[in-house]
């Protein structure tokens, strides 16, 4: 079993930056990938950045991920009002040797951006 833990969200204005970050816990031999979605009011869950950046993402955010410490850190600067959302930790991991990877999720942190 994984837990992943998110902290770092709050409340920023336009133009503004956070830094997100991701730690994972539990019981697994490996975690295989650590990635960021982001789910805004009414709207599905979407990837902000795992192996690809999201085209709204891209050229301004960084991910960076320590693989023996098992986080992951989203850098978002330029905050627009419609990046208000939900965002998610998510990790794909090997409970041991011999299985296949399991999805796991976040509860989530909170990222408003005022206008």
């Known amino acids: 079993q994984v837990q992943l833990v998110e902290s770092g969200g709050g409340l920023v204005q336009t133009g503004g930056s956070l830094r997100l970050s991701c730690a994972a816990s539990?019981?697994?031999?490996?975690?295989?990938?650590m990635g960021w979605y982001r789910q805004a009011p009414g709207k599905q869950r979407e990837l902000v950045a795992g192996a690809e950046y999201a085209d709204f993402a891209r050229g301004r955010s960084t991910t960076t991920r320590d693989h023996a410490k098992n986080t992951v850190d989203l850098q978002m600067n330029s905050l627009q009002p419609e990046d208000t959302a939900v965002y998610y930790c998510a990790a794909d991991a090997l409970l041991d040797r011999a299985g296949s990877p399991v999805d796991y999720w976040g509860q989530g942190t909170q990222v408003t951006v005022s206008s």
């Open positions: 539990g019981s697994f031999f490996s975690i295989i990938g």
